[in-house]
Nanobody, 122 residues
Framework: QVRLVESGGGLVQAGGSLRLSCAASGRTFSWYAMSWFRQAPGKVREFVGSINWTSRKTNYADSVKGRFTISRDNIENTFYLQMNALTPDDTAVYYC???????????????WGQGTQVTVSS
């Protein structure tokens, strides 16, 4: 049974940084897209970025390019979202997701974490 567990959310001031973690278990994730999405109140869930577990190729939404970085640790079976230069517009519940199909649409993912709240104060 695939399980994704996020951690690392919290409250931070604008301009600050946070690192989210997503611990993955239940299967091997070779060539899976391991992604981050976020959902702000009243808005649709949006793609933040992804990393291919095997190739380590990354892809980011334009809104976070240059500020957010995704990486993964093979030994810990965990992938990360390093968020720098945060703004109040980054406030949302952040979800990690995994699927061999990947992509930028949430419908392309079968496996999801429970979500972690990130709040950026101005």
């Amino acid at each position: 049974q695939v399980r994704l567990v996020e951690s690392g959310g919290g409250l931070v001031q604008a301009g600050g940084s946070l690192r989210l973690s997503c611990a993955a278990s239940g299967r091997t994730f070779s060539w899976y897209a391991m992604s981050w999405f976020r959902q702000a109140p009243g808005k649709v869930r949006e793609f933040v970025g992804s990393i291919n577990w095997t190739s380590r190729k990354t892809n980011y939404a334009d809104s976070v390019k240059g500020r957010f970085t995704i990486s993964r640790d093979n030994i810990e079976n965990t992938f990360y979202l390093q968020m720098n230069a945060l703004t109040p517009d980054d406030t949302a519940v952040y979800y990690c997701a995994a699927d061999p199909r990947g992509g930028t649409y949430s419908s392309g993912y079968n496996y999801w974490g429970q979500g972690t709240q990130v709040t950026v104060s101005s």
